[in-house]
């Protein structure tokens, strides 16, 4: 696929970002794509490779390698190289509903198994698939796809992130009619609101349900199931249920002073941003504002880098940044071989613009949270933070993070935002169908399957396999709903 000799005559090309001091003065996403025919030579990089794993999708190491979704990558990028867009495109949703999503927001798990990085740089996969599915929108060619047949099955999905919106599409296509309900005033889960402009302008969701919705799906949104919607309602007036509703219930950080005021989850913060610059165009007092305030991140994954990168955008006074884990390598090491997942460290936009605003890098390894300082009104002054380092038990073989004695230091913070990860779905909803939960309080199911111990009720996304991405949110839609059509009509060609 690709040229032959393609990886050898030419270098990887990344899309420019625009510089760090001038993005972050709006909410706009900052790459710019390259012009078409410098992509079309990215897609010859693509060397032909016996076993692509690119594709994969494996475990390998105890991660995960390549795409989940199984993209035909090698297809597409040949296609892109001979210039044959529109059957590029055709070739990506054959395996992915939402390429306008994972072209922004995925870690891109091919890039890290393709071959090509063994010994060079891989090819740029991730962005091939944002040319292929801007190229079809600008040419018309991403449009509605209209069933021609309905079964008169009907189906509720509850919860419109990239899960169920993804089995929605396949079961809506199948020709089942699909109603989406969202407890949210705007359809999208996580895409919507937890995931910042910058990264997925909110534009880009609303144009792909404008399609699904002219295809006939039904979205219904301030419906919170459990609360203003009773399950036993939607069990009576439709064939299945699926329980898309995520993994909702955020970490806590238990310390002395938590009850201070400034301490929010970072979904409340990055959502309260979100939701004022949609409604309000940021106006001052209507959303939650680190500017110039000291801010705090407890947390070091995408979701922290998010809070960073939104907070500089506010105008903080500082940023800092805590990692309780140990700093990674910057390269691979000898027991992390490709094509395993890097375990190296990664410095995103939000840690890249802070380092640019403040002088340096906002992370602070090794460190956590002993308490959180109020003043005489209950406001949050300042932390105390402690290091700490692993330690193995000998009796358990367990490895844990325990604190360093006498490395204590107090910092000021007027915000802080915790950014420790989801515990699991939330029980108002579980209880309310009556499914079984496993001790993450993950709905459970047997293994490969989405059906729950109640009948008609399905689950799929994080709500059944915890916190993920949005390209594991979306295969799980479509292996989802290959498994309610197949129990409705007793066949399935999903």
Known sequence: MGKPTGFLEYERENAKAIPAEERIKNFNEFHIPLPREKQQTQGARCMACGVPFCQSGTMIGGMVSGCPLNNLIPEWNDLIYTGNWEQAYNRLRKTNNFPEFTGRVCPALCEAACTCGV????????????????????????????????????????????????????????????????????????????????????????RRIDIMKQEGVVFETGKNVGE????????????????????????????????????????????????????????????????????????????????????????????????????????????????????????????????????????????????????????????????????????????AMVEVKGSENTVDADIVLIAAGFTGSE????????????????????????????PKVFVCGDMHRGQSLVVWAIREGRECAREVDEALMGYTNL
């Open 119 to 206: 010994h060079d740089s891989p090819v740029t996969v991730k962005q091939n698939e944002y040319g292929i599915v801007e190229y079809a929108y600008e040419k018309g060619i991403a449009k509605p796809k209209i069933p021609q047949v309905r079964t008169g099955k009907k189906i509720a999905v509850i919860g419109s992130g990239p899960s169920g919106l993804a089995a929605a599409d396949q079961l809506n296509q199948r020709g089942h009619s699909v109603t989406v309900f969202e407890r949210s005033d705007r359809i999208g889960g996580l895409l919507m609101y937890g995931i910042p402009n910058m990264k997925l302008e909110k534009h880009i969701i609303e």
């Open 427 to 454: 029980s108002y909803v579980t209880k309310a169908f009556g499914v079984e939960v496993n001790e993450r309080t993950n709905v459970k199911t047997s293994q490969g399957s989405y059906s729950t111990n109640v």
């Open 228 to 399: 203003n919607v009773k399950a036993e309602q939607l069990l009576k007036d439709f064939d299945i249920v699926i329980l898309a509703c995520g993994a909702s219930n955020p970490r806590d950080i238990k310390a002395e002073g938590r009850d201070a005021n400034g301490i929010y989850f970072a979904v409340d913060f990055l959502t309260s941003t979100t939701k004022s610059l949609l409604d309000h165009d940021l106006k001052e007092g209507t959303f939650i504002s680190a500017n110039d305030k000291n801010v705090v991140v407890i947390g070091g994954g995408d979701t922290g880098n998010d809070c960073v990168g939104t907070a500089v955008r506010h105008g903080a006074k500082s940023v800092l940044q805590l990692e309780i884990m140990p700093k990674l390598p910057d390269e691979r090491t000898e027991n992390n071989p490709w094509p395993e997942w890097p375990k190296v460290c990664k410095t995103d936009y939000g840690q890249e613009e802070a380092a640019k605003v403040f002088g340096s890098d906002p992370r602070s390894y090794q460190t956590t949270v002993r308490e959180f300082v109020k003043d005489k009104k209950g406001n949050l002054k300042q932390l105390v933070l402690v290091k700490v380092e692993p330690k193995t038990d000998k009796k358990t073989g367990r490895t």
